[in-house]
């Protein structure tokens, strides 16, 4: 069963904040988060493992929350750039890059 | 350091023709996977690879569709007597080890008349 993202879709100013969520109905051993532009590949962004901390990238960052089986995504002082649709992918064990991933989330930053 | 290689970039296929979608990995990668995406639709796993190897087919339909990851040369995603349900795009992916970051090739974009 693939995982929940939430909101599908959210638009929001250069500079300000969003917080994307992805919540799975089963226990999960690692999450992944890519960003794919229209008519593009998804583009890598983090991976967090069961038992890893938060994890930062500029200002991307991410959390795992091994209990409630969700990840969140933090995007601050969004840029234009940040354009595109948030895919989170979940592995229910270490055996490869098999993911499921979740329906994705459109964002949107206008100037 | 090239990226994963997929071609053709676009293709169209008649119902009940044969589709062959390559895919190059990153120089390194021997993790191999394909993946589907319908549009506005998330991407959903099909077959994971090694070289001459089959890991995982779990998410491949049973007919029409079959895999290969060749010692020598690209990987190949075959897909025989095409029905307009199978127009998508195919996107392929590599890693050099497990749990490790995918890189996703550009993808096949194959149309079904």
């Known amino acids: 069963q693939q995982p929940v993202q939430s909101p599908q879709a959210v638009i929001l100013r250069e500079g300000e904040d969003a917080v994307i969520n992805c919540s799975s109905s089963?226990?999960?051993?690692?999450v992944h988060w890519y960003r794919q532009k229209h008519g593009e590949a998804p583009v890598f962004l983090m991976i967090?493992?069961?038992?890893?901390e938060q994890k930062g990238h500029e200002k991307i960052s991410a959390s795992f929350n091994e209990k409630k089986q969700q990840s969140s995504l933090y995007l601050t002082a969004s840029q234009l750039s940040y354009s595109g649709t948030y895919f989170c992918?979940?592995?229910?064990?270490?055996?490869?890059?098999?993911?499921?991933f979740g329906g994705g989330t459109r964002l949107m930053v206008k100037p | 350091n090239a990226g994963v290689m997929q071609n053709p970039r676009h293709l169209v296929r008649r119902r009940g023709q044969e589709a062959r979608l390559r895919c190059s990995p990153m120089?390194?990668?021997?993790?191999v996977y394909w993946y589907r995406q319908l549009p506005e639709e998330g991407l959903k796993f099909m077959v994971y690879?090694?070289?001459?190897?089959?890991?995982?087919e779990s998410g491949m339909p049973k007919e029409r569709f079959s895999a290969e990851f060749p010692k020598e040369g690209p990987s190949i995603l075959r897909i025989q007597q095409v029905v307009r349900g199978d127009s998508a795009a195919y996107f392929c992916?590599?890693?050099?080890?497990?749990?490790?970051?995918?890189?996703f090739g550009n993808g096949t974009r194959l149309t079904v008349t």
């Open positions: 992916a590599s890693s050099p080890i497990e749990d490790s970051p995918l890189h």
């Open positions: 120089k390194g990668h021997s993790h």
């Open positions: 992918g979940t592995a229910a064990n270490n055996a490869g890059n098999m993911l499921t």
């Open positions: 089963k226990a999960l051993y690692s």
């Open positions: 690879l090694q070289k001459e190897n089959i890991i995982d």
């Open positions: 967090l493992l069961k038992g890893g």
